[in-house]
Nanobody
Framework: QSKLVESGGGSVQPGGSLRLSCAAS????????MRWYRQAPGKERELVAD????????NYGDSVKGRFTVSRDNRKNTMYLQMSDLKPEDTAVYYCAVPLYDYWGQGTQVTVSS
């Protein structure tokens, strides 16, 4: 069974950092582009970042450019999202996805508050 599991979320003060992980099981991520999305209460889902299969092409949403970094380790079957200089407006549930097959994780909550 193909599965994505996010981890690393939590509560942090403004200006802090978190690193999210997205671990895949039941399939190899090495052939697939992957994405991070987020959804805040009452808001539409937002694309945060995407990365191609080998990790040398990355794109970011305007609201996170310069603060977030997406990466992947295909040997570990895992994608990452390093988040720095976090702001209250980054508060959301963060999801990873493999768009080609519409695979989604269950999400991990990130809360930025003083």
């Amino acid at each position: 069974q193909s599965k994505l599991v996010e981890s690393g979320g939590g509560s942090v003060q403004p200006g802090g950092s978190l690193r999210l992980s997205c671990a895949a099981s039941g399939f190899s991520i090495s052939a697939y582009a992957m994405r991070w999305y987020r959804q805040a209460p009452g808001k539409e889902r937002e694309l945060v970042a995407d990365i191609n299969s080998v990790g040398n092409r990355k794109n970011y949403g305007d609201s996170v450019k310069g603060r977030f970094t997406v990466s992947r380790d295909n040997r570990k079957n895992t994608m990452y999202l390093q988040m720095s200089d976090l702001k209250p407006e980054d508060t959301a549930v963060y999801y990873c996805a493999v768009p080609l097959y519409d695979y989604w994780g269950q999400g991990t909550q990130v809360t930025v508050s003083s």
